[in-house]
């Protein structure tokens, strides 16, 4: 085969990542999403939208993937397996496919966006749904890596976590510093996890938070910043453990993608929570909703249910003055909204209404529209 396509957020990173300079990596030219600042929302600080529903599979999950199937491959693995809420199922399907693996993934029945089920299926992926959640999922597929010769590429593969960080790195470049704020969807708290590695790396400051604590990658290059931002994560009160104080037994919310009641990171996200002054909340399903509709209407940004508490949350906290006003604050949205075209198709009804296929009607109804 010719050379690796230099693609990807391993080749543009390699110095700021656990690879060697000559590992080949599995990608399919994830990263690079752009920060787009808003322009009517969010007043009186700026914030922007790092719209991650723009990588490959349309979500954050290809950065970490990259990564986790990269090392997989290095150490000659044949199958991947997780557990998932369906981004990172699509993610690991994907990726494994590039690799040349068998992706195995266990979703819960009838609880995945048709968006996500539809690319794992595609990618041919093995599709266990489990008359479960996320997290009953999430402990069988940590037994089975054990005992068989099957890699784990949920985020608790520390390599995952590190693909993941350089959406921190492309934010710095972006803006040309930390934002003051970054606020994040929170299931896992994984991805929370992993940008504040990536702020911390960039600033050159030691952080708790890494597994890959003894060999800072980062730390003999020169500093990309010289702040971090405080990192603030967002659950959905139905599936909310950081605001309970514990894990959530029956997690329940319409953002399926973060309905999750057991945090895999749980000590690592109360690190970011304490190195970056930053804190948790809730939104409802309704606040959700809203948020996204908004977000497409006002600023034609299109993400999924999950993806839009970031925003709902720093507009209430920017409102609160929680956030102060005049700050630059960064929301992530992890995933496009054509992931879950259910939720979108509630709001058709409203949105459109049949007509003849006669000039007259056309005009008749434009001009109702126009007057309105
Ligand atoms: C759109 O796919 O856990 O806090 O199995 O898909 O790092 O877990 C998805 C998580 C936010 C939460 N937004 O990120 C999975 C899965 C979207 C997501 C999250 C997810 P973490």
């Not at 659950?235 to 895999?264: C, L």
């Not at 929680?322 to 058709?348: F, M, N, Q, W």
Request: glycine residues 10%; contains cysteine.
């Amino acid at each position: 085969m010719s050379k690796t396509l230099p693609l990807g957020l391993i080749n543009r990173y390699r110095d700021r990542l656990p690879v060697g300079p000559d590992t080949p990596a599995v990608t399919l030219g994830e990263g690079g999403t752009p920060l787009i600042p808003l322009r009517r929302l969010g007043q009186p600080c700026q914030v922007y939208v790092k719209f991650e529903g723009l990588n490959p599979t349309g979500s954050f999950k290809d950065r970490g993937m990259t990564m986790a199937v990269t090392r997989a491959a290095e150490l000659g693995a044949k199958a991947v397996i997780c557990a998932s809420t369906g981004n990172t199922s699509a993610a690991a399907a994907a990726y494994a496919a590039q690799a040349g693996m068998q992706a195995f993934v266990l979703i819960p029945e009838g609880k995945i966006a048709r968006g996500k089920l539809a690319q794992a299926v595609m990618h041919g992926a093995k599709i266990l749904q489990i008359r479960g959640n996320f997290d009953d999922g999430m402990s069988l597929v940590k037994s089975v890596a054990e005992q068989m010769p099957i890699t784990l590429v949920n985020s608790v593969n520390p390599y995952r976590l590190q693909g993941q960080k350089t959406a921190a790195f492309e934010i710095i470049e972006s803006l040309g510093r930390a934002p003051d704020v970054h606020c994040l969807p929170v299931g896992n708290a994984g991805n929370i996890t992993a940008h504040w590695i990536g702020y911390s790396e960039a600033a050159g400051r030691p952080t708790e938070a890494t597994s890959f604590r003894d060999e800072r990658i980062s730390d003999s290059l020169p500093p990309m910043s010289e702040s971090c931002p405080t990192m603030v994560g967002y659950q959905a009160s139905g599936s909310a453990p950081f605001m309970r104080g514990g894990p959530v037994t029956h997690p329940d919310t319409v953002a399926t993608a973060i309905r999750i009641g057991n945090p895999q990171s749980w000590d690592a996200a109360h690190v970011v929570q304490r190195e970056s002054g930053g804190w948790f909340d809730e939104l409802t399903d309704e606040q959700i909703l809203a948020t996204q509709a908004r977000l497409a209407r006002e600023e034609g940004v299109f993400c999924e249910p999950a993806s839009a508490a970031s925003l709902a949350g720093a507009l209430r906290d920017i409102e609160a003055g929680r956030i102060a006003a005049g700050s630059t604050v960064v929301c992530t949205l992890t995933g496009h909204g054509l992931k879950d075209p259910d939720i979108a198709a509630e709001h058709v009804a409203g949105a459109s209404q049949t007509i003849d296929a006669t000039l007259a009607a056309v005009e008749q109804a434009l001009g109702a529209s126009l007057d309105a």
